[in-house]
């Protein structure tokens, strides 16, 4: 397993991360633990921020990549803004009291409530979706008497090589509104018709975990053309340009992203010459990334339960995790590293077999082929860059109680989700009464 960020092995043979043994962490912890190390997420934060901070533009963190308060207030502190897309990420970011005039407020169908919410709170931006929601946001905003501030979002028809499910820029996809078919103008010219909708900018998100740069070229001169067309026709002028986020990761063999400063260079390159060509001014460019800066900062401990030989088949090493904290390997194929690592020294011969969760899913596996040195019951196994869409994606599926998750830093794990207790799992529940009085 490549070692990522404060990663060591220390002088016991042992994981350590962020200056924590990772044994010591599974025995105050427990398992399944994530662990966020705080100093390479905050590194991924700044190298965003830097990058991006030279053209003037901005960055904001995509909470739904993973979101807690803690999370809010380290991507506060490095100066980031942030991307909501649901009532339930935007109360986390006001609980944390993350600055709203730094909040853009995101989702294909925000429904009045979160509306109202987020337009008391004084969101600094909505990325709208649809016609449906310009009415809505209009309404609400007269209603409160507030402005609503927003960009538009766009599908600027790029199909970027990534899995089906997580590829959003092309023009048959729930989100946005396309150019081609004249209906990102049409949407443009009821903002500009209705007195409470100040239309800033364009958006677009052409897809997630992705490796190659010139699609976001693409995209950026595709939505300044837009742009310019609309300046024609209306006398509208752009002021910001959201490209979304989307930047891939390393998780296993194979992985090669580009780096953050390569991103930034080819987004204001393409944009300072569609500008040019377009005879518009340079928007401020905004980008959205979340499992670029969460993704690689986060590993799951989990221990070893079982270990079930299939002769001249496979063995099954099971965990006491799975698609419940981690979906993504049933969900889209993805693929993962895993060490023990509580035997980081261990023999150099490793033999493949399969890292299965324990759900009640034959799917449930973690990692199909993992490469680990004969493994123990007891053993301690860490998936590496598991810091995006694990918990934030996590289900109780099986009544399986979600991980607890700790920061790391200069030997010191702070708390930072705490696990969740049988209790919590029927905290909802409630038995009508006709069932208490006949069991009575
Ligand atoms: C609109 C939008 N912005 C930002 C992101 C974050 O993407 P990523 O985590 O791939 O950087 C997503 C998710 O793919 C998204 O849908
Ligand atoms: N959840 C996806 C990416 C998110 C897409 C959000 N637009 C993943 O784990 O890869």
Redesign the pocket.
């Known amino acids: 397993m490549r070692l990522h960020g404060t990663m060591r092995v220390n002088e016991k043979g042992h994981l350590e991360i962020g200056g924590c043994d990772a044994v010591d962490l599974v025995r105050v912890f427990g398992t399944p633990l994530y662990v966020l190390d705080e100093a390479l997420f905050r590194e991924n934060c700044r190298l965003y921020r830097v990058a991006f901070a030279r053209g003037g533009g901005g960055v904001l963190y995509?909470g739904?990549?993973l979101l807690t308060l803690a999370v809010c207030r380290l991507v506060e502190e490095e100066g980031l803004g942030l991307?909501v897309v649901s009532g339930g990420e935007l109360y986390t970011a006001v609980q944390a009291g993350f600055p709203m005039d730094r909040v853009y407020f995101?989702g294909n169908n925000k429904t009045a409530d979160e509306v109202r919410m987020a337009l008391s709170a004084g969101v600094h931006r909505f990325v709208c979706d649809s016609f449906d929601e310009l009415d809505l946001l209009s309404r609400l905003a007269l209603e409160l008497g507030k402005e609503c501030n927003l960009l538009l979002r766009l599908t600027p028809g790029i199909e970027a090589h990534t899995h089906d499910y997580?590829r959003?820029g092309q023009i048959d996809s729930k989100f946005g509104l396309a150019i081609p078919n004249g209906q990102a103008l049409e949407a443009v010219r009821r903002c500009l018709e209705r007195p409470a909708l100040k239309l800033r900018g364009l958006h677009c998100?052409i897809g997630?975990?992705i490796f190659e740069l010139e699609p976001y070229a693409d995209a950026a001169r595709i939505l300044m053309e837009f742009a310019r067309q609309v300046r024609d026709v209306t006398g509208w002028v752009i002021e910001e340009l959201d490209l979304?986020?989307?930047?891939g990761i390393y998780y296993s063999p194979g992985d090669d992203p580009p780096a953050v400063e390569t991103l930034a260079e080819t987004i204001f390159g393409a944009v300072a010459q569609a500008a040019a060509s377009e005879g518009l001014p340079i928007p401020k460019v905004l980008v959205?990334?979340?499992?670029?800066i969460a993704g690689p900062a986060g590993t799951t401990l989990y221990t070893v339960g079982t270990v079930k030989e299939i002769p001249g088949v496979r063995t099954y090493v099971a965990v006491d995790g799975g698609m419940g904290d981690n979906p993504r390997p049933a969900l889209y194929g993805a693929r993962y590293e895993a060490c023990l690592a509580n035997r980081m020294n261990g023999r150099l011969d490793t033999l493949a077999v399969s890292l299965a969760g324990r759900c009640c899913e034959s799917g449930d596996l973690l990692i199909r082929q993992a490469d680990l040195p004969p493994v123990r019951v007891g053993d301690v196994v860490a998936v590496s860059c598991t810091g995006?869409y694990t918990y934030s994606m996590a289900s109780n599926y099986n009544r399986f109680p979600r991980p607890a998750m700790v920061l790391v830093r200069d030997g010191s794990a702070e708390l930072i989700v705490r696990r969740e207790s049988y209790a919590d799992l029927i905290r909802n529940d409630i038995v009508p009464v006709r069932f208490r009085t006949r069991q009575a």
């Open positions: 995509a739904k990549a991307d995101h997580i959003t998100h997630s975990q979304g986020g989307g930047l959205e990334p979340g499992r670029s995006a």
